[in-house]
């Protein structure tokens, strides 16, 4: 497909920046949305830190940060609230960007995570450590990433056939995702009343009470995933084309398609351990910045900074509206995702859009 | 465009000559009721309490008042019953939905409803005070007929095309599931009922809920048959149908209308069963091939021999506790729908 024909269809510029020997494609419109995705994150994630019992203005929370602030300021912002921000951050960006391939390598956008089911398969995960074996937060979070890993593995397995197409992935997942949820509220029926309060609030996501033992694991996986994923971009763009056209371009079909959905995999199953099932922002966020960028390939970068940015959103959001660690972040992702999604699909009709 | 047409499945039997399929379509519809009527009669005799078939017999036909004969009138009939007419309603919605949107993946879950019906019931147990079942129907009824309602409007009505009408359908149900989470987290006692509710189960079918829901599904399922022919126009795609003389906006108003009795009635009387709306129309293909006036009436055969099956594997397996139908239907439903899949004539459906 020629770029330029492409650009022009979309309506966004292209910028090609050339140097000996190598082009760069630069979508304007896609770094600009991105920026400001940033920009709203880094925002929202000063106002969340200077939100909640002890309430600290933007300025003080900022000149904190920078290490000029009071004895207090820095015990409540650097020990309490910083890491649960750093939480909310990654887990939205490693949910973003773990939706994006998935939906781009299904070619889908019904293929998230979520739909393929190993939102469900690290709940079974986590649920058998609360119902089953009644273990602390790290066996909890142990339970979460190997049920994650394993049903992504499964569904991999099972959707094989001569390679993996992106459609029976799709169904495989579905059905894979009903199952777990079977197993999941059978063992809600047989948990205790405690157990079940505590389990139902796992399985909504929470970023309550996070501190930095779950920042440096997250951090790690992120640092060290992202840039792999970010590496495979361009081949995955070519692999929206068709296995086929994607093949004739050179790209190695298979491997990086295992590459991929290996990285996405831990990417959501880490988030997962770190915050719980969150719902619908790996669902969401990739269209969201989908819509914004009006840019066809993958969006990948956009995509986590949406997930950053809706996630600490919601977390504000939550504590505002029924304050301080009422209510976990997930209801909000789910009611806030789910209506901005509404809006986006009314307004794409009305424009003509579809 | 990944989501194509069921029109395509089938092709096998259409090279067979039209007098020789009917008679295999009307064979197989006759032995598929032949394998329901055993189910039911399974149904009623197993249980905690085993009885045997000729008690049974007696039981149904010759009423005396003994033990035996009350547990099959009081408890296992209404039971059975009720598991019909929910399986015949769920397996009638699936397929109407799935011909409606052309899109094999639709099913009442993932359009939303039977998030609807939870939000309703939720909001009753916790703002009402409601606690009995029988009080839930028409909550149920009311959350799955506002969102069939919304899902439809939003997904575009005329110009619905299968991506936008999921899009909109899962947009529906994560905001409202976000709300029914939020319930239950306040209100710890709502979550006690809500989580034996969730999974789905005929367990405490009783001949009140019953009269409630029949008439429901029965107008449902007449309503639902009689698309047939309209739903075989649908599936041309719009401009083929228009030109042939259907009226898509009837057709589609009149579908909306029998999903919404159908599974309506169908969460409303047990919670929301999920899987049988979904595989038992890509099974009945596999069996009829594309015509929707043989599709239906084999789903609704097919669905409440899947429910009353998986009911009473469920009564077996824990003995004498039970397993909920939903987790059942599911852990069966799940596995056998990944096989299909793997087929290589499913996964090109």
New interface residues.
Partial sequence: MNASKRTAKSGTRGVTLRTAGLSLRLDVRGAVVGLLLIAVALVMSVVLIGTGDFPIAPADVVRTLLGNGTVAQDFIVNELRLPRVLVGLLVGAALGMGGAIFQSIS????GSPD?IGLGQGAAAGALTAIVLVKGDSNAVATGAVLGGVLTGLAVYA??W?QGV????L???G???S??F??VN??L??QAR?ED??RA??W??GSLNGRDWDQVWPLLAVCAVLMPVVLGQAPNLRMLEMGDDSAYALGVRVERTRMVLMGAAVLLVASATAAAGPV??VA??AP?LARRLTRSPGPNLLPAAWMGAALLVTADWAAQRAFGAD???V??????L???Y??WL??TE?RAGR? | MTLVSPAKAGTETASAPPRWRTARRVTGLAVSLGVLLAIAAASIAIGAKPIPLDQVWHGLFHYSGSDTDVVIRDVRLPRTILGLLVGVGLGLAGAVIQALTRNPLADPGLLGLNAGASAAVVSAISFLGVTSLTGYVWFAFLGTAVVSVLVYALGGSRSATPVRLALAGTAVYAALYGYVNAVELLDTAALDKMRFWTVGSLASANMTVLRQVAPFLLVGAVLAVLLGRSLNAVALGDDTARALGSNLNRTRALSMIAVTLLCGAATAACGPIAFVGLIVPHLVRALTGPDMRWILPYAAVLSPVLLLGADVVGRLVTRPAELQVGVVTTFIGGPLFIYLVRRRRMAQL
């Fill in positions: 070619r889908n956008p019904l739909v099972l959707a056939r197409h992106g459609y029976r799709v169904l495989v579905i059905g894979t009903a199952t949820t079977a509220g059978y809600l029926t009343h079940a309060a139902v609030m399985l909504t719902a619908f669902l969401v269209q009422q209510l976990p997930g209801v909000l992702t789910g009611m995702g789910g209506a999604l509404l699909l009314v009709r579809i």
